[in-house]
């Protein structure tokens, strides 16, 4: 097969007409881009979730509506609308029959059933803008092609059956000619129930469709023109990468970086295919290519930062020369599906950063009073919140003489909760007050970058 090109357009990328009609360009001027993977329209997902958490009548209804404006803000200027809103209205029924469900109860199968409608949204009126182009664009449902296990809310995939559905469903599609249109995010588990993959997943769908096509590349196509080395609104004089590899840019997306969603890179590093990340707004202004192994590698590649962390300090005299204790704490976070970030440990109290990524995660529903009263019964529980984490990014930080004086001298003015340094050669993460992260992030790419 000849060059093969998986593009991803992000919320913003098909936020409103004219953003589509950019990506329907972009998608056009690539002869190599054959499958295109979209997320919901900017603000749908958001709405969506928002009604899967339960809402009363009025609100329930506002959404909707708000929902429906987007969509046909977009729809009303195609050449040929009525091709496209019959089944926009039918998966507004449907939204509207999930919504009022969710009123009732709520639950984690039903907010991913829910959810997955902006997806498919999207993708059908794309799919009618290059239809009116007359482009060979064929939608098709993602669902039929990832297979996922059944932990809604981020479902892992199920890459044998993967496979198995991308031979069936794209391959003989794509041998045709067509250029395949499908959502990011979501995937079917093998009760025939919607899953979804956590918020932002819709990288890692694009990346999973490039592994089981062995595609040669993956194009993400967000709103800013790469991968900078921290973020632009934070600090104007950041500037762009050029090139980063797969363990820098796996570091920035997991520390908070909005450009990659962490879990992205997975199949891209398993099967070494590069990906790019660029600006559909502004396609000319270049991007970054993330590979295996660019050169050059320097010190410091990037700051990253994580707003609203959750520190949960767990003290007890037992734990002092005690074996277990470790074991006991982490099988309980297991049990309650809780991903431990960063960690430091005394001799008596272990101090643990919480991983809130997920469909409709937050803090405040992590920590159930069950969680809490089963870790007391082994320790004291102390809950820190208004943190922020800060990453510094960079190559064999554990080799390089004078880090720590430069990081702690810049760091000194401020009160630093937490640092994880050592374990990975690749990063430094610091624990801050919420407030004062912005100055923070000024403060170290002024002395690392400027």
């Known amino acids: ?19 589509m009609s950019a990506c329907a360009n972009i998608v056009m001027a690539d002869a190599n881009t054959k499958v295109v993977v979209l997320s919901a329209s900017a603000g749908v997902t958001n709405y969506l979730v928002e009604l899967a958490n339960g809402c009363d009548a009025n609100r329930r209804s506002e959404i ?54 902006g997806e498919m949204m999207s993708t059908l009126i794309f799919t009618q803008l290059l239809a009116e182009r007359n482009y060979p664009a064929v939608w098709v449902d993602v669902r039929n092609v990832v297979a996922t296990n ?16 991308t031979d069936a469903v794209l391959k003989p599609l794509l041998a ?21 993959l956590g918020r932002g997943g819709s990288d890692y769908s694009a990346a999973l469709l490039a592994e089981v096509l062995n595609a040669n590349d993956v194009l993400i196509w967000t709103d800013v023109p790469g991968i900078y080395t921290t973020d632009p609104r934070v600090v104007p004089d950041a500037k762009r990468i050029d090139t980063i590899s797969f363990n820098e840019a796996a570091e920035m997306a997991t520390f908070g970086a909005k450009v990659l969603h962490p879990a992205t890179l997975l199949p891209a590093v398993r099967s070494n ?9 502004a396609p000319e202004q270049g991007g970054t290519w993330v590979t295996r192994d660019p050169q050059p590698r320097p010190t410091f590649r990037a700051l990253a930062l994580r707003r609203n962390q959750i520190l949960l300090t767990l003290s007890s005299l037992s734990m002092l020369y005690a074996q277990g204790f470790l074991a006991n704490v982490f099988a309980i976070l297991t049990k309650h599906k809780i991903s431990v970030d960063v960690i430091t440990t005394s001799e008596v109290s272990i101090a643990i950063t919480l991983d809130k990524t997920g469909s409709a995660s937050s803090g405040a529903d992590m920590l159930s009073e069950e969680l809490l009263t089963e870790l007391r019964q082994y320790c004291n529980v102390q809950v820190e919140t208004d943190l922020a984490l800060v990453a510094i990014i960079g190559n064999n930080l554990h080799t390089q003489s004078g880090i720590a004086k430069q990081l702690f001298d810049t760091l000194a003015p401020y009160n630093v909760r937490l640092i994880g340094y050592g374990a990975s050669t690749n990063n430094v993460c610091t624990l801050v007050q919420n407030h004062e992260a912005d100055e923070i992030i000024r403060a170290l790419h002024a002395a690392l970058f400027e």
Request: hydrophobic share 40%; charged share 20%; aromatic share 6%.
């Open 64 to 117: 909707l509506d708000a929902v429906r404006t987007i969509q046909y803000n977009i729809i009303n200027k195609l050449q040929k609308p009525d091709a496209v809103s019959a089944k926009i209205e039918e998966i507004l029924q449907h939204i509207t029959a999930l919504a009022d469900s969710a009123s009732l109860a709520t639950s984690l199968a039903l907010t991913d059933e829910l959810i997955c409608h």
């Open 150 to 165: 059944s932990h809604f809310g981020k479902a892992a995939p199920n890459d044998e059956k993967t496979q198995q559905q």
């Open 176 to 196: 045709e000619g067509k250029i395949v249109i499908t959502q990011g995010f979501i995937g079917r588990d093998a009760e025939g129930k919607t899953t979804t």
């Open 1 to 19: 097969m000849s060059h093969l090109s998986v593009a991803k357009f992000g919320g913003t990328s098909v936020a409103n007409f004219d953003a």
């Open 273 to 281: 295919i590069p990906v790019y990340v660029g600006s559909s707004k």
